[in-house]
């Protein structure tokens, strides 16, 4: 089943082997989110067994959620604010020096339209659902703002900043302004003002 969602096929859940992937996942967010303040290493230690890969100086602040870990690639020098969501039935990929402000969402995962496809019994009697998944790309030095929700397929360019509260539902390409429901191109940022790709940048 894990093949099947990761290739971007319809698969069915609960699922023994997603189950286990998950809750596995819940175990460590939920010792993760309950450290305390000053036990950075101890929360280093845990988000590094959570996700695939995590970045030298990345910072992420709890709470936070997600659904396996196991398919999220975080680069470095990068900040996850509080309260950030992560559905990683696709791969998420988000690059360095990236910044997800207050409550952003990274959804990888929908549902069917047709409302009998989305939950319905198997031959065993158990109720299940039906998803498809389509990997999510943040690109370096994006940022993007409090409470927005980046949904399924999307890449967001290098250097571009999402406005708060949007919905982005295409791509967004670099080096741009964009923002609301369905999130727009607003405006270019200036070529003066773009990042070095590989310019360091320290997190305080």
């Not at 604010?81 to 690059?95: K, M, P, R, T």
């Given at each position: 089943m894990?093949?099947?969602?990761?290739?971007?096929?319809?698969?069915?859940?609960?699922?023994?082997?997603?189950?286990?992937?998950?809750?596995?996942?819940?175990?460590?967010?939920?010792?993760f989110n309950a450290a305390p303040a000053l036990a950075s290493r101890d929360r280093d230690r845990l988000i590094r067994q959570l996700l695939k890969e995590i970045g030298e100086n990345s910072w992420i602040a709890p709470p936070f959620y997600c659904d396996y870990g196991?398919?999220?690639?975080i680069g470095k020098n990068t900040f996850?604010?509080?309260?950030?969501?992560?559905?990683?039935?696709?791969?998420?990929?988000?690059?360095?020096a990236v910044i997800l402000s207050p409550?952003?969402?990274?959804?990888?995962?929908?549902?069917?339209?047709?409302?009998?496809?989305?939950?319905f019994y198997d031959e065993s009697g158990t109720f299940v659902c039906e998803l498809q998944a389509k990997p999510i790309v943040i690109n370096d030095h994006a940022w993007i703002g409090a409470g927005s929700t980046v949904l399924p397929g999307v890449e967001i360019g290098e250097n571009s900043v999402i406005g708060a509260g949007s919905v982005v539902t295409k791509s967004i390409p670099p080096n741009v302004v964009a923002m609301g429901n369905p999130c727009r191109v607003y405006k270019d940022i200036p070529k003066k003002d773009q990042k070095v790709k590989n310019e360091k940048r320290e997190l305080v």
């Open positions: 894990i093949e099947k969602m990761l290739a971007g096929e319809p698969y069915h859940s609960p699922n023994f082997e997603l189950s286990r992937l998950h809750m596995r996942a819940q175990a460590i967010q939920e010792k196991k398919f999220i690639t996850i604010n509080f309260n950030c969501l992560l559905l990683d039935g696709a791969e998420i990929v988000i690059g360095d409550g952003v969402k990274v959804l990888t995962s929908s549902h069917p339209i047709e409302p009998h496809k989305r939950g």
